[in-house]
C-alpha cells in the first residue's frame, strides 16, 4: 500500500506527516492534531496556498515543501461547557451507574443487560458531547476542495420541513458559542468569500458574528439569545427556490458586510445606519416564492392584489421583516430608542424596495446626480448611498471568483427557467430572457454586465474609489469572459451549420444509396423504386406472393 506524505506548517514552523492512503480520516486527523499540540476538543483548519480550505482526510493531495499547507488551530475548548449548558453532569451519572450496578450484583448475583444497555448509552452520549462533528465549518469534518462543485438545486418542496428547522437549529446553536479565529473573520469580509463552502446553520454563525464584529451587540445592547432567535427566524421564512433562497440572503449580507469594512461605512453614514443597512441585506428576499413582480402581476397573484401591482414582492419582504422583528424573543432592536427604531425602519424599509430593478434607473440617475457635490451628513445624499449599496450588493456575484459567481448563474437560470415554463402553461408573457428555449448563458450575462452591472458599480466607484479593485474589476473580467464565451458559441454554431449544410449537398447529388442506382422517382426502401414498390404492396394485398423486381448493381 502506497505512502503519503503531507508537509505542511503550523504556527510557521514546518512539519510533515506520512501516512498510508488507506489510513481512517479520524488517525489522520488525529495525527494533525497531534502536531498542532490540539486538545481533543480543539478544532483544526488546513488550507492550501490559495487559502481554500482543503478536508483532511486520506484523500488529502500530496504536496511538496515548497507548496506547504498550513494547519490552524480555529476554535479552542469549544465542547467545554456543552453537557452543562444541556443540565448535565456525567461525572456524576456514571457514579450513579456504577453504585446501581454494584447493588444490582450484591442484590441479584448478576449484572442485568438493561443496566450494560445503560452503561453504553452514557459512554456514547459521552462521546457525541464531547465530539465537534457540529462545527465542521471551521474545515476539519467537511470534504472541501478548492475546485468545489456546490450541489445543483434539486426539487425540493419550497417550504423547509421541521425536520431541516430542528437539524439547522441544533447545529447552530452548538456552534453559536466558538471562539472564531482571526483568519476566518478577515476571510469573511472579502470579497471572493465562497459560499458554497458553508452549510446553513454555519451561515448563521457567521452572520451573528457580523453583528458582533461590527460591535452592534455592544453599541445597541443586542441580546444574543435574542439575535440567534431572530437570525434562525430569517432562516426559516427562506424557502427552498433555486436562487432566491437563504444563501443568496448570506451572500449579499456578506457582500455588504464586506464593503462595510472595505470603506469604512460605519465612520461614514455612522454605526445605526449601518446595522440597518447589513439587517436589510439578511431580510430583503425574505418568503420569495421563486416568481418575479411580472409574474405575479401577470398572473394576478394575491401579492399583486394587496400591494396593488407596486413592488409585490419588496413590499412582502420588508412585511415579512418587520412580522419577525414584532416577535418579543426576535427583536434585536428592543433596546434601541424610539428615534433611533424611526429611523431604523425607515431605512430598512427604503433599501428593500430599493432592490426592485423597475427602479434601477431611477436611483442609479439620482445618484449619478449627487456623486459631484456629494454630502455625508446630508440626509438624503446618505439615503440614496444606502439604496445603492443593498442594490450592489444584491447583483455582487460577478464581483465574486468565476468559480464561486458562475454555479450561482445556472442557479438563477434555473428559477427563470421554473417561472418561464409555468408562464407558457398558464398562457401568461414570457420574458426572452427567461425562456430556455432562446437563453444561453453568455447571451444572459453581457448585456446584463455591460448594461446594468457596470454602470452601477461603476457609479458607486465615482464616489468610493476603494471598491474599484476588489469588486469592480472582477466584474470587467467577468464581462470579457462571457463575452468570450459567447464568441466561442456563435463559432462552434457557424461550424455545425457549415457541417450539416456540406452534409446535406452531398446526400443531394449523390449518385447511390444503399449500393443501387437511384431511378427518377428515387430509391424509398431497400432498393425499391417507390411505384414498383406500390405496385407490390398492391399486389401482396390480395394474397399473392410476388419477389420484388430486382434493381441494377452499381458497376
Not at 431580510?283 to 401579492?303: F, I, K, M, S, W
Not at 431604523?344 to 431611477?362: K, V
Not at 447511390?512 to 430509391?523: D, P, S
Amino acid at each position: 500500500m502506497t505512502t503519503k506524505v503531507i508537509y505542511f506548517t503550523i504556527d510557521g514552523k514546518p512539519e510533515q506527516a506520512e501516512f498510508r492512503s488507506d489510513f481512517p480520516a479520524d488517525d489522520i486527523k488525529d495525527c494533525f492534531r497531534a502536531a498542532a499540540e490540539a486538545g481533543p476538543n480543539d478544532i483544526l483548519k488546513l488550507y492550501n496556498t490559495k487559502d481554500n480550505i482543503i478536508n483532511i482526510s486520506s484523500k488529502l493531495q500530496e504536496n511538496t515543501p515548497d507548496s506547504r499547507y498550513k494547519l490552524e488551530v480555529v476554535a479552542t475548548h469549544c465542547s467545554d461547557a456543552s453537557a452543562a449548558e444541556l443540565g448535565f453532569d456525567l461525572g456524576a451519572m456514571e457514579e450513579r451507574l456504577k453504585h446501581l450496578e454494584k447493588k444490582v450484583v450484591i442484590e441479584g448475583g448478576e449484572t442485568p443487560s438493561i443496566v450494560y444497555d445503560l452503561r453504553n448509552k452514557v459512554e456514547q452520549f459521552r462521546e457525541k458531547l464531547e465530539t465537534v462533528e457540529h462545527l465542521s465549518w471551521l474545515g476539519l469534518f467537511k470534504d472541501v476542495v478548492a475546485d468545489n462543485s456546490p450541489p445543483f438545486f434539486t426539487n425540493k418542496k419550497i417550504r423547509k420541513s421541521e425536520s431541516e428547522q430542528k437539524r439547522v437549529w441544533e447545529k447552530f446553536t452548538k456552534m453559536s458559542n466558538v471562539q472564531m479565529a482571526e483568519s476566518v473573520k478577515l476571510y469573511l469580509r472579502k470579497p471572493t468569500f465562497n459560499n458554497w463552502q458553508w452549510e446553513d446553520a454555519e451561515m448563521l454563525v457567521l452572520l451573528q458574528q457580523m453583528y458582533i464584529d461590527l460591535e452592534f451587540v455592544e453599541v445597541f445592547n443586542i441580546e444574543m439569545p435574542v439575535l440567534q432567535n431572530f437570525l434562525f427566524e430569517v432562516y426559516q421564512h427562506y424557502n427552498n427556490v433555486p436562487f432566491h433562497n437563504f444563501k443568496h440572503c448570506f451572500c449579499v449580507a456578506q457582500m455588504m458586510y464586506g464593503m462595510s469594512w472595505l470603506v469604512n461605512l460605519c465612520d461614514r453614514i455612522g454605526p445605526l445606519d449601518t446595522m440597518a443597512i447589513i439587517t436589510s441585506a439578511i431580510c430583503h428576499d425574505l418568503d420569495h416564492p421563486g416568481y418575479n413582480n411580472a409574474y405575479q402581476v401577470n398572473a394576478r397573484t394575491e401579492l399583486a392584489l394587496r400591494y396593488n401591482d407596486i413592488s409585490p414582492l419588496e413590499n412582502h419582504h420588508c412585511a415579512v421583516a418587520f412580522e419577525i422583528l414584532e416577535k418579543p424573543s426576535c427583536n434585536i432592536f428592543k433596546n434601541v430608542t424610539s428615534e433611533q427604531f424611526k429611523r431604523i425602519r425607515e431605512s430598512m424599509i427604503r433599501c428593500i424596495l430599493a432592490t426592485d430593478m423597475a427602479r434601477h434607473n431611477e436611483i442609479l440617475n439620482k445618484f449619478k446626480g449627487l456623486t459631484s457635490t456629494f454630502d455625508f451628513s446630508n440626509k438624503d445624499h446618505k439615503d440614496t448611498l444606502m439604496m445603492i449599496l443593498i442594490k450592489v450588493s444584491d447583483i455582487s456575484n460577478e464581483a465574486r471568483p468565476m468559480d464561486v459567481s458562475e454555479p450561482w448563474l445556472d442557479c438563477l437560470l434555473q428559477e427563470f427557467f421554473n417561472q418561464s415554463d409555468v408562464e407558457k402553461l398558464e398562457g401568461l408573457p414570457v420574458a426572452p430572457f427567461m425562456d430556455r428555449d432562446k437563453v444561453t448563458k453568455p447571451s444572459s450575462q453581457t448585456g446584463f454586465i455591460r448594461f446594468v452591472l457596470l454602470p452601477l458599480f461603476e457609479a458607486l466607484g465615482t464616489l468610493l474609489p476603494e471598491v474599484d479593485s476588489p469588486i469592480i474589476q472582477p466584474v470587467r473580467q467577468a464581462l470579457q469572459y462571457y463575452t468570450d464565451m459567447g464568441k466561442a458559441l456563435e463559432e462552434e454554431n457557424r461550424k455545425r451549420a457549415e457541417r450539416e449544410k456540406e452534409k446535406a449537398q452531398q446526400n443531394k447529388v449523390s449518385p447511390k444509396q444503399n449500393g443501387v442506382l437511384t431511378e427518377e422517382n428515387g430509391i424509398k426502401e431497400n432498393g425499391v423504386p417507390e411505384k414498383k414498390r406500390e405496385g407490390i404492396n398492391k399486389v401482396t394485398k390480395h394474397g399473392r406472393n410476388i419477389s420484388p423486381t430486382k434493381t441494377q448493381k452499381v458497376k
